[in-house]
């Protein structure tokens, strides 16, 4: 159910999709582990270059290191892992552009300076005070970034199941596997399973349009034109018969759950 603090976005194809963002609770639970994973790689660095190098320089090391830890931290897990640290993936929680789209690595960098901000007078007053006066829960380093963090509500259960032969397929025959692995590539597969996360989050009406459109194409490339399943179905059929093949490299679940 839609509620007023839910973010409605238009993806590139014009089709809205419903973002919720996450509230105060679940993003203080996840940015405490978060520290506390960086606190402890730091007090790790500093026990080992400690033990390593002499006094003095084993502390500049040890002091550099967890600077950039400190600091680096945020914004690598955001642009090398879709949007979440560790503390994010803990709680289901994603940072995307305030469009729906991936955020890149300015805005993260942004996003994570302005924490500074976010901190004063301390902890996180200002950031706090910013999250409860703004209707979808952005911090000042999000208004300065224009990025959203979002909850994501498919299950690692749920999301593998696409990777998962279906019972009865009706695609699952070697003349269409053949022509699958000839015919469709990387971008084909990485498309299949955006459309698949995608679509519960699609209003009845777009998603009706959307999947007979996709099953148009894809019974064009594959030659199956005798096929008389509805669009979605043919596309569920195709997808957990592509995704699901071994030879389906770069594939991953990191995308699961809300699309970024």
């Given at each position: 159910?839609?509620t007023?603090?839910?973010?409605?976005?238009l993806?590139p194809?014009?089709?809205?999709i419903?973002?919720?963002?996450?509230?105060?609770?679940?993003?203080?639970?996840a940015?405490l582990v978060?520290?506390l994973?960086i606190?402890?790689?730091g007090?790790l660095?500093?026990?080992i270059?400690?033990?390593?190098?002499?006094?003095?320089?084993?502390?500049?090391?040890s002091?550099?290191?967890?600077f950039?830890?400190t600091?680096?931290?945020?914004v690598y897990?955001?642009?090398?892992?879709?949007?979440?640290?560790?503390?994010k993936?803990?709680l289901?929680?994603r940072?995307?552009d305030?469009?729906g789209?991936?955020?890149?690595?300015?805005?993260?960098f942004?996003?994570?300076?302005?924490?500074?901000l976010?901190?004063l007078p301390?902890?996180?007053?200002?950031g706090?005070?910013?999250?409860?006066?703004d209707?979808?829960?952005r911090?000042?380093g999000?208004?300065a970034?224009?990025?959203?963090?979002v909850?994501?509500r498919?299950t690692?259960?749920?999301g593998?199941?696409?990777l998962r032969?279906l019972?009865?397929?009706s695609?699952?025959?070697p003349e269409?596997?053949?022509?699958?692995?000839h015919?469709l590539?990387?971008?084909?597969?990485e498309?299949l399973l955006?459309?698949?996360?995608?679509a519960?989050?699609l209003?009845?009406?777009a998603?009706f349009?959307v999947?007979e459109a996709?099953?148009?194409?894809?019974r064009?490339r594959l030659?199956?034109d005798?096929?008389d399943?509805?669009?979605e179905?043919?596309?569920t059929n195709?997808?957990?018969?592509?995704?699901a093949a071994?030879?389906?490299?770069?594939?991953?679940?990191?995308?699961r759950g809300?699309p970024e």
């Amino acid at each position: 159910m839609r509620t007023r603090r839910d973010a409605v976005v238009l993806t590139p194809e014009h089709v809205p999709i419903l973002l919720t963002p996450a509230g105060l609770g679940s993003r203080s639970l996840a940015l405490l582990v978060d520290v506390l994973l960086i606190f402890a790689g730091g007090a790790l660095l500093r026990l080992i270059l400690g033990a390593l190098l002499p006094g003095g320089i084993g502390i500049l090391l040890s002091s550099t290191g967890a600077f950039v830890l400190t600091w680096g931290y945020h914004v690598y897990f955001e642009v090398r892992h879709a949007g979440q640290t560790i503390g994010k993936r803990a709680l289901s929680l994603r940072v995307v552009d305030d469009r729906g789209l991936p955020l890149n690595a300015y805005q993260s960098f942004v996003r994570n300076v302005a924490r500074a901000l976010d901190f004063l007078p301390f902890g996180y007053g200002a950031g706090a005070l910013c999250c409860f006066a703004d209707r979808h829960h952005r911090r000042l380093g999000d208004l300065a970034a224009g990025t959203l963090v979002v909850q994501e509500r498919m299950t690692l259960a749920a999301g593998s199941a696409l990777l998962r032969p279906l019972r009865y397929n009706s695609l699952d025959v070697p003349e269409i596997r053949r022509r699958a692995k000839h015919r469709l590539g990387l971008e084909d597969r990485e498309l299949l399973l955006a459309l698949m996360l995608r679509a519960p989050y699609l209003t009845p009406a777009a998603r009706f349009d959307v999947m007979e459109a996709a099953a148009q194409e894809y019974r064009r490339r594959l030659a199956k034109d005798d096929d008389d399943l509805p669009g979605e179905s043919f596309m569920t059929n195709l997808a957990a018969l592509v995704l699901a093949a071994p030879s389906c490299p770069g594939v991953r679940l990191e995308e699961r759950g809300r699309p970024e």
